[in-house]
């Protein structure tokens, strides 16, 4: 096991660079789909003093230490302790973009590659979103404008009802009982789109070729291009099962994408995700029916929130010990991707499973928060 808690060095961001941001992301339309909120198309407040690390290989990553924060950091060792009982592979604690703790266990290195689950999901997301704001795709589209005619088995008038937009919130009314395959034999009608949220991964797994199809490229390629080299990520796409594509990289890779997100998709100066609305849209509640979910990512902090593999609706918040705002990445076999833009955190986790087997949230989530929280003094 290895362990980094290391001193701070400050770096302040330019007002005049943040103005500039703010003046582009005024030029950007609003969503022609939106959660409802009148502010939906506003420029978001970026946050300030966000460090970014180098973009080339082997370049030093900033630190800072929990002392110079405020947070205790004699309960790290407790922590980490929990974590490696727990199956952790890797953890990394990001605050205002400088590692805070950065933990490895077993064999696990910071070049070791583990695979993103679920949590990958919100890599789809922010996908279609640069494809949005490039003018290839509407949320309003017909997916079957991408991926023809019959790329299910319902009923024709059911299966045009169904948008990209209902891909992205868990609403396309198909059966997910046949989770991940995504012939269309397997994508059978259960109920009209938009009236039934339902956790299902055929569905979103060929947003993926929705978008190659509205780029006139592999959707690998056009994510490479277009997110993963331009904020020096590592990884790749992987093929698994009857349809199921699952992302692989390092946990600093990881660790980075949820940077970009805590920045409103700015990396540095350079405007990775160039849709204001969309970049709002995708982190706050889609639907009604479960309003602890956005576009691909889980939200916290809501009054209500349903689960994957069920139709019953809990009350409360989704991870009570955790700040209201934060948004996740929450994948099978509890891999985490947690943002908390009130207080500039990032929180990382890959491993094996802690003990629940889900698919997505967890009793590990709450678990976790409330060391974290004690820790943080949040």
């Known amino acids: 096991?290895?362990?980094?808690?290391?001193?701070?060095?400050?770096?302040?961001?330019?007002?005049?660079?943040?103005?500039?941001?703010?003046?582009?992301?005024?030029?950007?339309?609003?969503?022609?789909?939106?959660?409802?909120?009148?502010?939906?198309g506003t420029p978001p407040v970026l946050p300030q003093n966000l460090y970014y690390p180098p973009l080339q290989a082997g370049g030093q990553w900033e630190t800072t230490s929990m002392e110079s924060l405020g947070w205790n950091a004699e309960l790290a060792?407790?922590?980490?302790?929990?974590?490696?009982?727990?199956?952790?592979?890797?953890?990394?604690?990001?605050?205002?973009?400088?590692?805070?703790?950065?933990?490895?266990?077993?064999?696990?290195?910071e070049s070791s590659l583990w695979y993103w689950a679920s949590?990958?999901?919100?890599?789809?997301?922010?996908?279609?979103g640069i494809a949005r704001a490039e003018g290839k795709l509407s949320l309003n589209d017909q997916t079957a404008d991408y991926l023809g005619v019959g790329w299910t088995s319902t009923p024709h008038e059911k299966e045009q009802k169904i948008r990209i937009v209902d891909q992205l919130r868990m609403t396309t009314g198909l059966d997910e009982n046949i989770f991940e395959c995504t012939l269309p034999d397997c994508l059978q009608f259960k109920a009209d789109s938009g009236s039934r949220w339902a956790?299902?991964?055929?569905?979103?797994?060929?947003?993926?070729?929705?978008?190659?199809a509205a780029v006139s490229e592999d959707f690998s390629l056009y994510f490479?291009?277009?997110?993963?080299?331009?904020?020096?990520?590592?990884?790749?796409?992987?093929?698994?099962g009857e349809g199921n594509n699952i992302y692989y990289s390092s946990a600093r890779a990881m660790a980075r994408f949820g940077l970009l997100v805590l920045s409103k998709g700015v990396w540095d100066s350079e405007v990775i995700l160039k849709?204001?609305?969309?970049?709002?849209?995708?982190?706050?509640?889609?639907?009604?029916?479960?309003?602890?979910?956005?576009?691909?990512?889980?939200?916290?902090?809501?009054?209500?929130?349903?689960a994957p593999g069920s139709q019953v609706v809990f009350s409360g918040p989704l991870i009570p010990s955790a700040p209201s705002d934060l948004i996740a990445g929450l994948g099978k076999n509890d891999q985490?991707?947690?943002?908390?833009?009130?207080?500039?955190?990032?929180?990382?986790?890959?491993?094996?499973?802690?003990?629940?087997?889900?698919?997505?949230?967890?009793?590990?989530?709450n678990a976790l928060w409330q060391r974290l929280s004690e820790m943080m003094g949040l």
């Open 275 to 306: 849709d204001a609305a969309y970049t709002a849209d995708m982190v706050r509640t889609s639907q009604s029916l479960n309003k602890a979910y956005g576009y691909l990512w889980w939200l916290n902090g809501k009054d209500r929130y349903m």
């Open 1 to 40: 096991m290895k362990r980094f808690f290391i001193e701070p060095m400050k770096r302040l961001r330019s007002l005049l660079q943040l103005a500039f941001l703010c003046l582009i992301f005024t030029t950007c339309s609003k969503s022609e789909v939106t959660s409802g909120d009148p502010d939906s």
């Open 199 to 212: 956790y299902h991964n055929g569905p979103y797994t060929l947003l993926q070729n929705v978008v190659a």
């Open 77 to 109: 060792t407790s922590l980490n302790t929990y974590l490696e009982t727990e199956g952790t592979q890797a953890f990394i604690i990001l605050k205002d973009g400088k590692i805070v703790m950065e933990s490895y266990f077993g064999d696990f290195t």
């Open 119 to 128: 949590a990958g999901k919100t890599l789809t997301a922010f996908t279609v």
């Open 336 to 365: 985490k991707l947690y943002v908390v833009p009130s207080q500039n955190l990032v929180v990382i986790r890959m491993g094996n499973d802690a003990g629940d087997a889900l698919i997505g949230p967890s009793s590990f989530d």
């Open 224 to 240: 490479n291009r277009m997110l993963r080299n331009r904020i020096g990520m590592d990884g790749f796409w992987l093929a698994q």
